[in-house]
């Protein structure tokens, strides 16, 4: 039933280890990622799942090495890379702005983000955005760029690609513009495709496009994926594996299926009770979460969610929970496992 | 334009708990938080002590300066800046500082006179010491100084003009024109660019229509050429006091499109607001909306305009004054005075004529130090 | 694009017109009108003036009709080139016009491409190492830039010149060319001389331009597609010349129109002050002397340089923005 769960070394394409990454801010210090530990395994899409400000987006911006710092800094952790049939690298002991690290980024991993709006640039046309990625890790002249795009602008279902190729981002509609950002993201086949939040800003049938375009791809290429989000219907639909985060920590990592119909932490099952499910009786209502997120800035001591956990005992609020692993590559975080 | 732009929010099987980054900050007002934001702009702070500064000695200048500014010492005409000693020409010290006299003895080459000190004339330096009588405000006869010389005495710590008036003295009275101009002439821009930026704002359609080709055309007119243009015009005949108005009006001509456009704009993109909405929903009325909705939310940024506006009028006046065709003598104001400056062979034999030009400088830099700090501190996230 | 363009060039219109009538008042503002000052003029220069002389020069320059005929009257006139008499110069005022106009075009250009040369560069150096010593730098000399306005500046330049070189920096030639015939020496004479009325006027300007470079850059660094850029792998240098400096560039771009006024501004009072053979105080002195349509007509032609910048400014915005291009 775990199968998915990587098991062996030469199943792991990435492997983020004891990450931290902390913003020194005005007001004090933000601890956005306190400890993460995630393994990606190869040809799978791993969900990430949270609320706004558990962590998520930040650990993949991390293992971009695209953080913005200051105020942002990496105190802690590794990011151990597997290529098929090269050495190990650990991404965070390569400079952010140096080849090796730019070779990287684009040709294995690549990163399609929330906003297609923001995220391309209104200036220079879809094509423009594709050429200018492919002619920095292939030795493409403009026109043999140009095809290049113009068959992955095809490959991500946009009509008309060999004028499209040509448009600027203002030209298209949302759900196009968040094709041609999938275009630019796959373009150069990489290994590793981070996906943060990639259907929020998109209208809700949009979204389901878009989603089932990634699956697609996703099978054709080989790609695996990180998927960020906070919806999870998205990674019902979509994820092999799921990390759930809290407070800069992954409180539960198990496959998708395990993770629905067993879950173990109490916040994970929170969420999913705060999910309405077509078909179901009314005997069950909708139950949110209860309580508020903790402040940013505070340092909790003990389990994070010990405040809204109805299961805290004193141990939950003085110790911090150690991470349990089951046999089957099964994990979570919490007292009540230990 | 796409119609997806805007995400929909309803039908999501969504875990956002919506939390905001409301900290510490949370239970201050506004204007509380406007202000702790200025206080960590350390020049903005700067800036405005040296403006609150500069204003006092304006509106107190009869107090503040040391010498009548209209007094012509004859004998002293020309003389260079005094020095502040505390010893003496024996090398005794004093804790009390004190000037030497002048003498002058006339050059036979050069037809000038030459100044030395007067180590026989010595004079100290009081504070609170009764100079020469004045008027405070044109009204309240007084003749209490912060500080100076016993009368019969002279201190010219910036020299004196061709005329043998104190040029620091002048200096100081020139601070209440120049300095006044520039606050009248932003709050006549003030008034009318809230009054105009607020009706096409609001109103839009033809009046915003033509109001937005109003403002392009006045504000490619340069404006130096056209302030000499509409000040050359004032009759000659006018009083000092109706050519100063006459000014100001002039300045703010011009100066009311700036505060216009921000005003403008901020009801454009604030009439749609959903706060504004909602207040417009709950059957609130327009004028309620408007003042109690719409100016508090952009006020901030009318401040943060008039301020850095203060600094071109004043700029204007010195310039109009300084070219001959702005306030005339016997009116004292920096223009004015500098416009003795304007030979430059003067200025080398006389160098402290330019005295003036430091104190607009100051103003200047201050004035634009303090709307730079307000600037930051309305909007923290428009760097 | 030509919807834009049609737009612009119907606002320049409007606003030209708008401008011929504030020159217009301004050439009617001061008590009596043109001929009043031209009889003064001849009668103390002692000639005899009759009646009947007067009577038909009133009739000729349509005195005794309405305002707003006398307007059209001029302003007809001035599309045939026709821009009234300086009864102090004796001179058409077309001809003075063209005597000075040329250089105080040249000089203004001069100044606003020292002026984007300069402020550009450092703007981006500014905001790409933010807080940095270097960005320090820039913005206090920027705020003393800003705050100590030209005719000062000028003023302080010429006295420290003339105090420490014992030389004097004023004017566009030395003695020797000043009316001379172009020749090479004759140029390199200028250019020697040239850089101080760019200096004195580019200067706030430049301080001016290197804040809004470096806000607007320092807004668009913060950008997702510039993440986006990185993530592509793109080269440091090359993800922000192409990507926010890029975009940044626009507006500054689009405020060259407004930039020009504040530079004709400036020189026409730098002018005075270095006592430059420009507009500046050819200007000052018809003012002084009353010698109206020369004024005006000097306000009228400074403004429609200005907004004739201003549609070259809104063209190359155009051109360089797809979002209006193709609006």
Redesign the interface.
Known sequence: MVDSVAKNREDILLEVKGLKTYFHTEYGVVRAVNGVDITFPRGKVVGVVGESGCGKSVTALSIMQLVSQPPGKIEAGTIMYYPEDEAPIDILSLNPKERKMRELRGKELAMIFQEPMTSLNPIYTVGDQIIEKVQVHFPMDRNEAKEYAIDMLNKVGIPDPAQRVDEYPHQMSGGMRQRAMIAIALACDPRFLIADEPTTALDVTVQAQILILMQDLQQEFGTSIMLVTHDLGVVGEMADVVAVMYMGKVVEYADVQTLFYEPRHPYTRGLLRSIPLIGQSGARWLSPIEGMLPDPYDQIIGCSFAARCPHRTEQCQHETPPWLESEDGRGVRCWLYA | MALNDTSPEQQKLQVDAGIENETTERSLSHWQLMWRRFLKHRLAVFGLIVIIGLYMLAIFCEFFAPMDPYVRYSQFVNAPPQRIRFVDHEGNFSIRPFVYGHKSTLDMQSFRRVYEPDYSKRYDLRLFTKGSKYKLWGFFPGSLRFFGVEEGGHLFLFGTDNLGRDVFSRIIYGSRISLSIGLIGVFISLAIGMLLGGISGLRGGLIDELLQRVIELLRSVPDIPLWMGLSAALPPHWSPIRVYFGITVILSLLGWTHVARVVRSRFLSLRNEEFVLAAYAAGASEWRIITKHLIPSFISYVIVSVTLSIPGMILGETALSFLGIGLRPPVISWGVLLEQAQNIAAVNTYPWLLTPAIFVILTVLSLNFVGDGLRDAADPYSK | MANYLTKRLI?ML??LF??SI??FT?IQ???GDYLTSYITELQASGTVVDEAQIASLRQRYGLDKPIYVQYFKWITGIFRGDFGRSFEWNESVRVLISERLPMTIAISLLTLVFTYVLAIPIGIYSAVRQYSFGDYLAIFIG??G????G??LA??L??AF??MFGI?I?GLFSAAFEDAPWSWAKFKDLVDHLWVPMIVVGMSGTAGLIRTMR?TT??EL????V??????????WKVIL??PV??AI?PIVSTV??EL??I???T??VA??LSLPITGPL??QA??S?DMYL??S??MM??VL??IG?LISDILLAV????IR?E
Request: no cysteine; hydrophobic share 45%.
């Open positions: 606002y409007i606003t708008g401008i504030i020159s301004v503002l001061p008590p705020f003393i800003i705050s100590i306005p005719f000062l003023l302080v010429m006295f003339y105090h004097s004023g806000a320092l807004d913060g950008k997702d597609y993440k986006m850029a990185r993530s592509k792998g793109l080269p440091e192409k990507h890029r975009v626009n129109g407004w006024p504040r004709v501004s400036g026409t009072i005075v002050v200007l000052l003012l002084l009353q004024a005006g000097f306000i400074l403004s200005t907004v201003t360089i923005d797809p979002r193709l």
